[in-house]
């Protein structure tokens, strides 16, 4: 009988030990395709931009260098497409990084409406092209203190600006507000009264290189990895992003923020 409940118990242990194994082949295989998958749109994104690029110098050294104007017009287009793809390179630096938790967060207390002050100064004539007017309420005049890496989250207000801009409405507007939550939090929304998301695409929008309208896109440049990039940084910080959007009304992206704690500030000025 013991042998019996011996061989019992050991065909409980193969049978565990194949289905950890199944388990562990599953998400090897899994991995394998979001690898696969991830190389494939690299290649793909990066393609565009260097077929441009090799196609306007072909046609420089085949003899469109001799006219002056043209020449200047072929090696700017050359130019546009070198900068795209050092877009692209960089985007896709900062994500892979952001990936392997080899970015640290310098985190230091300053002021985020400064810093969405600064942010709006860089975005003014991008938006001045398109007629969007960039709202930040007078009532943001006191400074209000945060607790965060400075410079990543100005990627992140930059880069939920610069959507507001492409997707944006000619003559719509970006408005961004700043509210106190409880636990010594603030929110920041980035609203905007553009072409709006369908629902049934919202749980991808933060997937790196998932676009709603890939020919649109195109056209407006970007990489696919803006909202990617945002929701890294936000969830480094241990906060959390939303989006809320309308198809054909608007949208509105918005992450939580931790406040200087003054308290404990003075606590500390106190014991040192
Ligand atoms: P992209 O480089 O394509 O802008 P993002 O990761 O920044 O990449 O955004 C992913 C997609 O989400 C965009 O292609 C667009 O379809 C949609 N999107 C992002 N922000 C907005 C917005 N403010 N309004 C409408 N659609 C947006």
Not at 12 to 36: M, S
Request: charged share 30%.
């Amino acid at each position: 009988r013991e042998i019996a409940t011996d061989m019992r118990t050991l065909t409980r242990q193969v049978e565990q030990f194949a289905r950890n194994k199944k388990i562990e082949i599953e998400t090897l295989k899994v991995r394998e395709a979001y690898r696969k998958e991830f190389l494939g749109n690299i290649s793909h994104e990066l393609k565009t931009p260097l077929f441009t690029v090799q196609g306007y110098i072909d046609t420089l050294i085949e003899g469109a260098h001799k006219d002056k104007a043209i020449r200047k017009k072929y090696l700017a287009r050359a130019q546009k497409g070198v900068e795209r793809l050092t877009y692209i390179v960089n985007d896709m630096d900062m994500i892979t990084k952001l990936e392997i938790g080899d970015m640290n967060l310098e985190k230091t207390d300053f002021d985020i409406v400064e810093l969405v002050r600064q942010t709006f100064d860089q975005f003014e004539m991008k938006a001045a092209k398109k007629s969007i007017s960039l709202v930040f309420d007078m009532v943001y005049s006191k400074p209000i203190m945060v607790h965060a890496d400075q410079e990543r989250i100005q990627q992140v207000i930059s880069n939920l600006l610069v959507n507001s801009i492409k997707y944006g409405k000619p003559n719509g507007t970006t408005e961004v507000a700043i509210e106190d939550l409880i636990n010594n939090k603030i929110i920041l929304r980035v609203t905007d009264n553009g072409e709006g998301i369908d629902k049934t695409y919202i749980p991808r929008l933060f997937e790196r290189f998932f676009r709603v309208d890939r020919t649109g896109s195109r056209r407006e440049g970007g990489s696919g990895l803006g909202l990617a990039i945002v929701k890294h940084i936000v969830e480094a910080h241990q906060e959390r992003i939303y989006v809320d959007s309308e198809l054909g009304i608007g949208s509105e992206f918005s992450f939580t923020l931790e406040k200087v704690n003054s308290i404990k500030k003075a606590k500390e000025a106190a014991s040192s």
